[in-house]
């Protein structure tokens, strides 16, 4: 299985409660063009079950579904259309179920949101297809497992029993499931991370097709940046009423002779693009959308304010991010409602530092130290969101995931001893710690500042 999907261009603010929610809707359309007879459906019931209900609204997850279940690709929602569904749905109480069929719909009866929690994931929904006398034509459970990647009940269960079953049934020449497993190859080969990464996307594409997914994702990561930074509204939706911070801080630093300015200007990469994310807008997610703004920082960082950071460096950048971040979905978790933030920021951070090392020229052992480095020090790490919004913690969290990732991976690289902890063991531990945590820190908005702040 290709690692290109590790970066999804999509909208906000979350890829598991937004992202996830709306793909789902596209999956259950597909499936039921398929199994049931259109002229017979009437409505459509969508359950919400765990994390998903619990922060879904503030997570956009009751428009996504509508979205999704309209037959609209994340990639392709703007905003007229999204208001356009929307006001059709809400106001008109019409749905246009996979684009071909217009059926009625009332969010207060058809979209449920239950305080139960589905068996195999925290952020779960089931849709049901009912026909005129009330009769179930076609019902199906789906788990948005984090990063937009989404699984019926069959396929999580089968993923469960072994999460490298897609790329073994493969017969892949080129393959790794551990960090080991691909210092081995890059040992054996006189590889990068990034060399490594590519070597094995060419099982799936042509070099065209890779140069041009990673510079279509660059592209959609500076315009994030960009219009974080020339917002339409100053504030970002939601109880809070949080006001943006990225456009007085970039304003400020134009004029800024301060030595530490660097550091803002960090942050405001990150928190221009966390703001745009959280207001809804286009993103990539990176791993997720809860930490879409810490890759691109980085990037920005190297573009900005280094040297040589060309076309080669982005490439290597972004493939060997993609990588680290396969090594973490594949062994972990890079669900924030599974495991708490730090399998988001975490994660997000663990990439970033071992691609800014990678593509400063670092060899596979240093890389994987600095995705090391920066983990270590995000184990434990809550997802307890203000309003079971995307705003409180979640924007600053980005822009120190960036700085933690440059850290490392500068540590990493002036290092002359030799590491005690591998990356491998700092994968399983995140995920045993994120398995440990109490359900009410992993994304319920029911513990932590989610509680202490009331809104």
């Not at 059926?103 to 009866?109: L, M, R, T």
């Not at 396929?155 to 497993?181: C, G, T």
């Not at 810490?294 to 993609?322: C, E, Q, W």
């Not at 052992?365 to 997802?383: D, R, S």
Request: net charge neutral.
């Amino acid at each position: 299985m290709s690692n290109l999907s590790i970066f999804k261009i999509g909208i906000g603010p979350s890829s598991s409660h937004t992202l996830g929610v709306v793909i789902a809707g596209n999956l259950f359309c597909a499936k039921a063009r398929d199994k049931i007879k259109l002229d017979s459906l009437n409505r459509i019931k969508v359950t919400f079950y765990g994390s998903l209900s619990l922060t879904g609204k503030g997570h956009l997850s009751d428009k996504a579904i509508i979205w999704g279940l309209s037959g609209c690709k994340a990639r392709e929602l703007d905003s007229t259309t999204q208001e356009s569904i929307l006001k059709k749905a809400l106001e008109s109480k019409k749905l246009d179920f996979g684009g071909f069929k217009e059926i009625d719909f009332n969010y207060k009866s058809d979209l449920v949101f239950s305080k139960e929690f589905a068996p195999l994931h925290q952020n779960a929904l089931k849709i049901e297809a009912f026909s005129i006398d009330n009769r179930i034509l076609l019902e199906e459970i789906y788990y948005s497992i984090g990063g937009g990647f989404v699984m019926n009940e069959v396929e999580l269960k089968k993923y469960r029993e072994n999460p490298n079953s897609q790329e073994k049934s493969k017969n892949l020449a080129l393959d790794f499931n551990s960090a080991k497993e691909c210092l081995a190859l890059c040992e054996a080969n006189k590889w990068n991370l990034a060399e490594l990464s590519y070597e094995y996307e060419l099982q799936f594409h042509t070099k065209e097709e890779i140069r041009s997914y990673c510079f279509e994702i660059w592209e959609a990561m500076q315009e994030s940046y960009y219009n974080g930074i020339h917002p339409k509204s100053l504030y970002l939706p939601g109880s809070l009423n949080l006001k943006r911070r990225a456009v007085g801080l970039s304003e400020r630093l134009v004029m800024s002779s301060d030595p530490m300015a660097i550091i803002d200007f960090i942050s405001l990469y990150a928190i221009a693009i966390a703001e745009e994310n959280a207001s809804g807008g286009r993103v990539v997610s990176a791993p997720t959308n809860g930490a879409c703004a810490v890759v691109p920082a980085v990037m920005l960082y190297l573009k900005n304010h280094s040297v040589g950071f060309n076309d080669g460096r982005i490439m290597d950048f972004l493939l060997t991010a993609m990588l680290i971040g396969s090594l973490y979905k594949k062994n972990a978790s890079i669900s924030g409602a599974e495991a708490g933030c730090q399998a988001e920021i975490g994660s997000a951070s663990s990439m970033a530092a071992a691609a800014m090392a990678t593509s400063m020229g670092a060899s596979a052992k240093v890389a994987c130290n600095a995705a090391e480095i920066a983990m270590e020090h995000h184990l434990g790490l809550t997802c307890d969101p203000v309003g079971g919004l995307v705003q409180i913690p979640c924007i600053e969290r980005n822009a120190f995931g960036a700085i933690k990732a440059i850290s490392a991976s500068r540590m990493a690289m002036s290092r002359k001893s030799t590491p005690i902890v591998n990356l491998d063991d700092i994968i399983k531990t995140m995920y045993e710690t994120g398995k440990d945590m109490n359900a009410k820190y992993k994304e319920t908005a029911l513990g932590g500042l989610a509680k202490t702040i009331v809104c």
